[in-house]
Every structure is written in structure tokens, then in C-alpha cells.
């Protein structure tokens, strides 16, 4: 079997003096699965994405992500975490509009203390490879969306991260740009990378992962498999 790369053991997290967002959450991915996160707005998917990239901590119960309990670190250390072993797609890119889009995917690597050629020759292979090299010069303002959501892939995979977490990836992109880049997320689960998707899309979530969580007011309400239900 597979080593885990997310386990969270009887999670818990509240805000404020409102229900909790999730409740006793005990959940594993393995190395290599694709897995996609459902829920209706409020059911828990952002806090869960949050846990798991260490953005957030929990009120109860552990999270460790690529071996390392990440609800026990500070914030230096979650920063120096994430940034080496997660990678992060937003719906809304988060590019740097003043950056150069080799820039903006150089970026993570340099804040991770890699050299500015190796940084460079990473950036360049991943662009190539995700069909985006010949904007490399360009800022993000002058390309389409599903241009900008493959540069933001780029960036997040220029650490070789151990996780990609997806929020939401497609949500601001068209029908067409939103398969492209369900496309280009099953490539990269096939190429052995673990992908975790948060989304609304249900076509999106069949397209391109093979395991299905649905949150429940802040509970695992299921956990399917193409195969059936686990």
C-alpha cells in the first residue's frame, strides 16, 4: 500500500460562536491518489483545504501532510513547509500582475532558497511542459484565463511538491478553458503527482480524480471511489 501524504486523525475546527465547520474529520490520501472534495457552500471544504496546507489549525485532533504534523508547527515553519512539500491553484490565479510569468513561477522556488539558474531551468521545463512557454516574457494581465490558471499550476509544482491542492481551479474559467485544465490536472495525477481538488464541478471532480469526498455540515458525508463506495 501506498505511503499517506495527507492523514487527519478526529479534526475539529470552529469559529467564533457558530456551528462548527468541521467535526471529527478522520481522513487519508495516499501517494499518488487524485481526490476531489464536494460539498454545498458552508458543508467544511475551505477549512479542509486550509488544515491541510497548514493555513489554518485545528481546535482538536492532528494533521500531518508528506509526514509531518502540521497543526503542530509555528508559522515560520508551516510557511517553510508548505512552500517546499504543497503546492496551491486558486481559483483566482494569484499571479503577480507586475511579474513576468516566468517570474511569478520562479518566485516560489527563490523564497525556497534555490539558485536563481536552477530556479530559471525549472521554471522554463514546466512551462514548456505545460504548453505556456511561449509567454514566458509576457505578464499575466495579457493572457486568457486558462493560460493564467497553467501558469499558476506551473508555480505550484516549481518545488516538487509532495501535494497539489486545487480550490476551486475552474471556477473562473469558461467551459472550455475549465476541460482544458481538468485535462491538464488528470495528466499530472497519471504522471504520479497526488491532487486534491476542492470544487462545486462535479464534471470537473469525474474528469480528473477517481475518489470522491462529500462534506456535510462539516462531516465526511461520503467516500467513493470509481470502483464504489469505500
Known sequence: ???????LRDVSRGYD???????????????GEAVAVLGPSGSGKSTLLNLIA???????????????????????????HRRARVGLVF?????????????????????A??????????AAELLDRLG????????????????RQRVAVARALVNRPA?????????ALDTASGQDVGALLTELNAAGQTLV???HDLALARSCTRRTVRLVDGRIAGDETAEGAR
Not at 97 to 106: A, G, Q, R, Y
Not at 163 to 171: F, I, Q, V
Request: aromatic share 2%; glycine share 10%; charged share 25%.
Open 163 to 171: 501535494l497539489l491542492l486545487a480550490d476551486e481551479p475552474t471556477g
Open 91 to 111: 481559483q483566482f490565479f494569484n499571479l503577480l500582475d507586475d511579474l513576468t510569468v516566468t517570474d511569478n513561477v520562479v518566485l516560489p522556488a527563490r523564497l
Open 113 to 122: 532558497g534555490t539558485n536563481r539558474r536552477a530556479a530559471a531551468e525549472r
Open 54 to 80: 497548514g493555513l489554518d489549525r485545528p481546535d482538536r485532533g492532528t494533521v500531518t501532510v508528506d509526514g509531518v504534523r502540521v497543526d503542530a508547527l509555528g508559522e515560520a515553519a508551516s510557511a517553510r
Open 197 to 199: 481538488v476542492v470544487t
Open 1 to 7: 500500500m501506498t505511503t499517506p501524504v495527507i492523514e
Open 132 to 147: 505556456v512557454a511561449r509567454h514566458a516574457d509576457a505578464y499575466p494581465g495579457r493572457l486568457s484565463g486558462g493560460e
Open 17 to 31: 460562536d457558530g456551528p462548527p465547520a468541521l467535526r471529527d474529520v478522520t481522513l487519508t490520501v495516499r501517494e
